[in-house]
């Protein structure tokens, strides 16, 4: 069922059984520290801190009702209890040993789900390296072609099914930005795609062939990278088909979250802006990937894409047409996972009188994105129990690159993102939308007041 023909509070099949979470690149610092912070949680040995589904709270109908339940009691969401965990990986070291040469978590938060990391082992991995130059892990699938190791990921997509005892999957690609790429012809259809990979086309990437074997396996799919993988006409074709729910692209966590808060702030202050300048430093193995220039140019991409549409020039000339942004990556060993962004912000005011804001945020990439693994896996489960399928716009609050529809602009504005996606939930569940107009609390019945 497509999210347009969706009844408001139509039912929803309920959240039984166990949920498997199939990551692609499962040996990373993310998706390790996604994993660790869950087994945390479940053993009530830390908060949740940063994810929306475990803290976050809605409000429902009029401010002076005061309902504000937790999302996770409004909406049946799968428990993190039922959660189970697989994936793949360019590297044979199980997650524990994974988690200790990423060194985003202290060693007594490790030593604490030892058990239960040592316990994951990733799968043989999908890999070439003209699409991820910087990496060369030899845990690799060796099967002939691209539809052999098509074939080989759906085989692993079934046998973790049958070995968990699980009926429900969900894929995320956790795995490295790979080098940029542009849609062709064999990307139009679903029918050009597959002829492709029989094909051996060199243009398809290792996450393309992910993504094709969960939404034939007819698992929702989750892209937090920048790259061509499902935003092309063959996926959503196919995610209409076998009535799975797709969404990415690229997790939003550090500097690209800042902007939007920021830019909107001054957007809707009409404050101008001259020109915007960003630089991170990282060390970790994203970083490394990042110091290859293709790759570094699908992420580019997506970073720079969003002040154009926040800020909206064509509207706004004499504000924002003719602002300068640049935008880098710098590879820096010693920092590791603890990345940090600068901003040189150059803006003005009345008269044009000219001000800056400076923005040094000194982050932890993977402890803001495993909170978004966690809502997006719980989220993307109870699309396809909704009966929801294709794109997911309402969850463009969790990416730097959302997807949507063709002939539609992404929406960037964080705080827009947050109404899109509880309005949604709202719908879900039968309630109604919630505008903010407010003046409706100040009229008479007769004028149309509550």
Sequence with gaps: MKAGNLKKGAAITPAKGKLGILIAGIGGAVSTTFMAGVELVRRGLAEPVGSLTQLGTIRLGKRFEKRSPKISEFVPLAGLDDLVFGGWDIYEANCYEAALYARVLRRDHLDGVKDFLSSISPMKAVFDRRFVKNLDGAHVKEAPGLRGKLEEIKADIAEFKARNGVERCVMIWCGSTEVHLKPGEIHQSIEALRQAVDANDPTIPPSMLYALAALESGLPFINGAPNLTIDIPAMLELAEIVKAPITGKDFKTGQTLMKTILAPGLKSRLLG??????????????????????????????????????????????????????????????????????????????????????????????????????????????????????????????????????????????????????????????????????????????????
């Design 273 to 450: 802006l001259e020109g915007w300048y960003s630089t991170n430093i990282l060390g970790n193995r994203d970083g490394l990937v990042l110091d290859d220039a293709e790759s570094f140019k699908t992420k580019e991409e997506s970073k720079l894409s969003v002040l154009e549409y926040l800020l909206q020039p064509h509207l706004y000339p004499t504000l924002y047409k003719n602002y300068y942004h640049k935008v880098t990556i710098n590879y820096y060993p010693p920092r590791g996972d603890n990345k940090e962004g600068w901003d040189c912000i150059d803006i003005f005011g009345w008269l044009g009188y000219p001000m800056q804001i400076k923005v040094d945020f000194q982050c932890r990439d993977s402890i803001l994105a495993a909170p978004l693994i966690l809502d997006l896996v719980l989220f993307m489960d109870l699309a396809q129990r909704a009966g929801m399928s294709g794109i997911q716009e309402w969850l463009s609050f969790y990416f730097k690159s959302p997807m949507v529809k063709e002939g539609l602009y992404p929406e960037h504005d964080l705080s827009i993102q947050s109404m899109k996606l509880k309005n949604t939930l709202r719908y879900l569940m039968g309630e109604e939308q919630i505008t903010h107009f407010g003046l409706d609390y100040y009229m008479s019945e007769e004028e149309g007041g509550a």
